[in-house]
C-alpha cells in the first residue's frame, strides 16, 4: 500500500450504509498536510452529506469533519507546523488565500477556490486526511483529544457569533435548542461570564443544563413562559432547523439586540419590520470561523477546561454511531475513535 493511500467508510450512494473504502489520494501538494486520524467527530452535516439533503453530495462519499490527529506529512509551503504534532481539521480543508476575505482573515467567506471537508474532498472517517495548512489548527496540550473533535464544528458555529457581536459578561444570551450546538454554547457562556437562559422543549434536562452553566431555564413551547422573557436579550443562539414564534423571540430581545441563526428553519422566516426598527433590532446569521477564531477558541477550552459532552464509538462501529444520531438521544455529542 502506498503512502498516497487512504483507507476509510463511505456511502456509495445517498442513504446508504457506509462500507470500507480504499483509495489512491494522489501526491500530497505544497499547501497540504496529511493527518493520521485520531477521532472525528459525528455531526448530523455528516448524515446530511450522506443523505445528499443539500443536493451537493459527491459519491463515494467519505464524511467526517471534526477531525483530532497528528501531522504525518507536510508539503513544502506549510509553515508554523511539524510532523508529529496534534492538529485539528474541522469543516473547512482550503482556502485560497488570496481573495479579499482571505486576506481580511475571514477565510471561512472565502470567494476563490474554498473547500469544504466534505464537499468533494475526503473526510474524517477514514486512517488519514488532508488540508491546507492554514487549516490544521494546532491543539493545545492542555485540550483532551478524545473529545475536542466537536469544538472544531458545533464549537466554533457557535462561539464565533460571540465575536462577532462583541460579546462580554454583562451580557445575557438566550440559546434555542440543547442538543449538540446548544450544550456548547451553554459552557462556553458560562466560561465567558455571561447570563445565560436555555430555551428546551424537553424540560427533562434542566438538572443537566444547571449543570451546565444555565442560570434559567423556559419551556420553548409555553406561549406564556416565552411572553414573559419581553426585552431580556443581547443575544439569542438559535441552533434548531425548525420555525420557531419568531415574534416572540424578537420581542425577547433588549434594544440593540440580536438573533443569530445557526441550524437552518425549514421555512423562510417571517419578520415584522417594526419588530426590527423600534428597537435597532436585527437577525443574522454565520457558518462556522476563520482559522484564527478555531485557535482562539481552542485556547479558551483548553484555559477554561471545556468539553463536549460525548459517546464514544470506535470508527468500525460508525454505522451504529449513525443510528444513535437519529435516535436524537444522544447526550450529546457522537465521537468515533480511529480503529484501523
Known amino acids: 500500500m502506498s503512502d498516497n493511500t487512504i483507507r476509510g467508510y463511505a456511502a456509495l450512494a445517498e442513504k446508504q450504509v457506509l462500507v470500507p473504502y480504499e483509495f489512491d489520494a494522489g501526491d500530497l501538494q505544497p499547501h497540504q498536510v496529511e493527518v493520521k486520524v485520531e477521532y472525528c467527530g459525528l455531526c448530523h ?185 419581553y426585552g431580556k436579550f443581547d443575544l439569542i443562539l438559535s441552533t434548531v432547523n425548525v420555525t420557531l414564534d419568531w415574534k416572540r423571540y424578537l420581542n425577547a430581545l433588549a434594544p440593540n439586540g440580536t438573533i443569530h441563526l445557526l441550524g437552518i428553519p425549514l421555512e423562510p422566516i417571517a419578520t415584522p419590520a417594526t419588530a426590527l426598527i423600534s428597537g435597532a433590532k436585527s437577525i443574522t446569521g454565520s457558518p462556522t470561523g476563520s482559522p484564527e477564531a478555531l485557535r482562539t477558541l481552542l485556547k479558551f477550552a483548553a484555559r477554561k477546561n471545556i468539553a463536549p459532552q460525548i459517546e464514544l464509538y470506535p470508527i468500525s462501529q460508525v454505522n451504529d454511531a449513525i443510528e444513535r444520531l437519529e435516535s436524537g438521544n444522544v447526550r450529546y455529542r457522537v465521537v468515533l475513535k480511529a480503529d484501523f
Not at 509553515?79 to 480543508?93: M, N
Not at 495548512?133 to 466537536?150: C, F, M, Y
Not at 469544538?151 to 460571540?162: E, S
Not at 456548547?184 to 449543570?211: Q, R
Open 45 to 229: 452535516s455528516d448524515i446530511s452529506m450522506i443523505n445528499n439533503e443539500w443536493g451537493v453530495s459527491q459519491y463515494p462519499l467519505v464524511a467526517g469533519h471534526e477531525v483530532i490527529g497528528t501531522i504525518i506529512r507536510l508539503g513544502s509551503e506549510a509553515k508554523g507546523l511539524k510532523i508529529g504534532q496534534r492538529v485539528g481539521i474541522g469543516w473547512t480543508a482550503e482556502s485560497c488565500q488570496a481573495c479579499d476575505y482571505c486576506i481580511g482573515g475571514q477565510q471561512v467567506l472565502c470567494t476563490g477556490e474554498q473547500k469544504a471537508t466534505i464537499v468533494g474532498h475526503a473526510g474524517g472517517f477514514a486512517d488519514k486526511i488532508r488540508a491546507g495548512w492554514q487549516w490544521a489548527i494546532p491543539l493545545p496540550d492542555d485540550l483532551d483529544p478524545e473529545s475536542a473533535g466537536p469544538l472544531l464544528c458545533g464549537g466554533i458555529t457557535v462561539f464565533d457569533p460571540l465575536l462577532k457581536h462583541q460579546i462580554q459578561a454583562r451580557h445575557h444570551v438566550g440559546v434555542i435548542g440543547i442538543g449538540g450546538l446548544g450544550h456548547m454554547a451553554i459552557k462556553l457562556l458560562k466560561a465567558w461570564g455571561c447570563e445565560i437562559t436555555a430555551f428546551t422543549s424537553n424540560l427533562d434536562k434542566s438538572d443537566e443544563l444547571k449543570a451546565m452553566g444555565a442560570d434559567h431555564i423556559v419551556n420553548s413551547r409555553d406561549a406564556d413562559a416565552l411572553k414573559a422573557q
